[in-house]
């Protein structure tokens, strides 16, 4: 039998949440990928009888914050251009998707752009959780990650920023905005050579810059007390991204970032701290899903945290636990 593909709503057309003249540019140019975008979702479990009603609602939670961020940054002059690269820009998203937000600031105006960051993610929504990774920043840009408070849980975003003279052109499907001053540059001519994030990757694994031969701004010097604060939010951050590798890869074996999160959780407590050994037998996703939160508890001990980031990520992992298929959420 053959399923008819109906979409949680019909701005789906464009796969989030804006209208097609939010696109000019973008889909002009990519009308091609973006039909393969269109034909491509329908196998990663976009029929509304193959999703959750917990994937839906983390979905629509994420539309909502993915729209306050563009009409944010779309109202704020200092930026010339906004896109999504990662799952959601190339079309290959699902419920569990981080929001890799990259953006592109007026040269003149970046210092004072990276001196507000934390102001900045802080109107965007709930911001219970900010975690310094500087080595993930683009060339000359900064990176930071950050955790929002929504009713299923935290919704991560992993913020890129770059100055105008160091920025490529996107391939993302998700275009924002790019305003006529930034078409105009030198720079913007060239495209990146594959989606940014993976450049960015490819530049920590090679030791070299795929887009650029510079190095990432670094804007965060942190004192010992400021680096075992960030390790503490970093575990936090795992935790979920760990929660979210189960769900994808229900019949893989083990927690394959329990030893990340110890070491995180010895350097959050000054040493102190380390997690326990597991007496869970990890033998379905159900189990090593019961493994987290076992493990989720030894943080809470160890790491302080605001009530409401503690909350969300508890959230999060019931999430989870509920969009496992009904044979595999209870031992």
Not at 234 to 246: C, R
Not at 284 to 308: C, H, M, N, Y
Request: proline share 5%.
């Amino acid at each position: 039998m053959v399923r008819e593909f109906q979409p949680l709503n019909a701005l789906y057309l464009t796969g989030l949440l804006w209208t097609p003249n939010k696109y000019p540019v973008n889909l002009q140019a990519n009308r091609a990928q973006f039909r393969n975008f269109l034909l491509a979702r329908t196998t990663i479990r976009w029929f509304n009888d193959g999703m959750t009603e917990i994937e839906q609602t983390r979905i629509q939670e994420r539309e909502a914050l993915i729209a306050r961020i563009s009409n944010l940054l779309e109202s704020d002059q200092r930026f010339l251009a906004a896109w999504l690269e990662g799952s959601l820009g190339r079309g290959s998203f699902d419920a569990w998707s981080d929001i890799d937000l990259w953006t592109v600031v007026r040269d003149e105006d970046f210092a004072q752009v990276v001196s507000d960051r934390y102001a900045i993610m802080e109107t965007m929504g709930s911001c219970v959780l900010k975690v310094e990774s500087p080595q993930n920043g683009p060339a000359n840009g900064i990176y930071l990650m950050a955790g929002f408070e929504t009713a299923s849980g935290i919704q991560l975003v992993d913020w890129y920023c770059q100055p105008a003279s160091q920025a490529c052109r996107s391939n993302s499907l998700a275009v924002f905005f790019i305003r006529p001053e930034l078409s105009r540059m030198e720079s913007w001519r060239s495209s990146m050579p594959e989606d940014g994030i993976s450049a960015i990757f490819s530049r920590s694994r090679q030791g070299e810059d795929s887009l650029r031969s510079d190095e990432p701004y670094v804007a965060w010097h942190p004192n010992t007390e400021q680096d075992a604060l960030n390790a503490g939010n970093l575990a936090w951050a795992m935790v979920m991204i760990q929660a979210k590798h189960i769900f994808r890869h229900p019949n893989e074996p083990g927690l394959p970032f329990e030893s990340f999160l110890s070491k995180l959780v010895k350097k959050a407590s000054g040493g102190v701290q380390t997690l326990r050994p597991s007496t869970i037998d990890m033998e379905g996703p159900s189990d090593r899903l019961d493994r987290l939160v076992d493990i989720t508890g030894g943080i809470i001990r160890a790491v302080p945290a605001d009530t409401k980031l503690k909350d969300g990520i508890i959230r999060y992992l019931n999430a989870v636990r509920q969009a496992l298929p009904m044979d595999a959420r209870a031992r």
